[in-house]
């Protein structure tokens, strides 16, 4: 790791942990920082997402992106980024690798389905059930519940896009138990493990779009910041067949974009007068993003995106499909609890809100393929589109 900078998170520095642990040399001397991006690693939660949606449901074909793959290319991002501005990378690369495990089956689809089964229970959102995942549900160690991750972890998961100004219920169980000061923006860390999200997810679904055939090169072309890639990576290769300029195009692009944030969150860090991780903290607005110019040419593409692909007929579809299969599980489970599987059923709460929620916790884990599974089992035989 390269020398940490002044507004970096020191971990032994940390605010510590919920629940105190022995000091734990035995097992490798790693800080509390390396501690938490292994333990998210060697979670339930974490291996679960290689079977989640990422842009396109239960994926058929091997070479779409999951939510884990997903996960490891924004932590890669994150973490050069982080290098580059001195920041802590294992603990950017903590929030990286976590950011999505609250992502219910069938990604946004199934989070809608989940919202509108909880409505009257406090609702259901993923960021929200991240931080429940790991501080509640995934209990692997004998002491405490959940992984016991430090405060800079969770903090960074709770409010990587902002501060929080109304939690929903999972959230705001796991911030009275350990306050998480969501009225404040996060550590830098945090907020370059966002918008690596951001810079990840913008680029690589043009490669599964282009692959799974929703989205042509000719309208990709539309879009200015594409069309500029595209111009320079004919000119740099002009005897190249197009199809083998993709891989290139997607390369360059993300590297013209995290050029830009490095450079703009440099300047951002010297016009503050930033000197410390709690000055970030104490700002009072976002200091790691794109220039101005970067900013509207990403969200022209997102534009595109999700005129383009996210809205996509087929897409549409499969999300109708998935929230048939979400919102079911939950009707079955609601009516007949016996029918969830181990001991869920025993650990069922007598009263609501608890009861509504428990059940969700359930069906939140489940990977696509498990939910099809569990659905034709417990609801019936359904027909999924093409692609499913």
Not at 62 to 68: G, S
Not at 317 to 329: C, H, K, M, N
């Amino acid at each position: 790791m390269t020398e940490l900078a002044l507004w970096a998170s020191h971990p032994d520095q940390s605010r510590g942990r919920l629940y105190p642990e022995e000091d734990g040399a035995t097992r490798g001397p790693r800080d509390a920082f390396q501690r938490d991006r292994d333990r998210i690693i060697h979670s339930i939660s974490f291996r679960r997402l290689r079977h989640k949606t990422q842009v396109f449901v239960a994926p058929d074909g091997d070479h779409f992106r999951v939510r884990l793959t997903h996960s490891i290319e924004v932590a890669q991002i994150a973490r050069t980024v982080a290098r580059a501005l001195g920041l802590n990378e294992d603990l950017t690369e903590a929030l990286a690798l976590a950011h999505d495990i609250g992502h219910p089956p069938f990604g946004h689809a199934g989070e809608d389905a989940l919202q509108a089964a909880l409505a009257g229970q406090g609702g259901f959102d993923h960021n929200g059930n991240t931080l429940r995942a790991l501080a509640v549900i995934d209990s692997p160690y004998p002491c405490w519940p959940g992984l016991n991750l430090t405060w800079e972890t969770l903090e960074g998961l709770a409010k990587h896009n902002g501060p929080i100004t109304a939690p929903a219920w999972a959230l705001a169980e796991v911030d009275a138990a350990f306050p998480l000061e969501l009225d404040r923006w996060p550590s830098l860390e945090a907020q370059v493990a966002a918008i690596a999200d951001d810079i990840a997810y913008d680029n690589h679904d043009i490669d599964d779009g282009l692959r799974a055939g929703l989205l042509t090169l000719d309208q990709l072309l539309e879009v200015p910041i594409i069309a500029r890639g595209w111009d320079a990576a004919r000119a740099r290769y002009p005897d190249t067949p197009p199809a083998r300029l993709i891989g290139e195009l997607v390369r360059s692009q993300i590297g013209t974009m995290v050029n830009d944030l490095i450079a703009e969150t440099q300047a951002r860090l010297a016009d503050a007068g930033i000197e410390s991780a709690d000055d970030i903290r104490a700002t009072g607005r976002c200091l790691a993003g794109f220039s101005p110019v970067m900013r509207d040419a990403e969200r022209d593409l997102k534009r595109f995106m999700y005129a383009n692909l996210y809205h996509h007929p087929r897409q549409l579809a499969a999300a109708e499909s998935a929230e048939t299969i979400v919102a079911g599980l939950f009707a079955a489970y609601r009516a007949d609890p016996a029918a969830m599987p181990g001991d869920w059923p025993a650990r069922l709460p007598a009263n609501e809100p608890e009861r509504s929620r428990h059940i969700a916790d359930f069906i939140a884990g489940m990977t696509d393929r498990y939910a099809v599974t569990r659905y034709r089992e417990v609801v019936g035989a359904i027909d999924l589109p093409e692609g499913f």
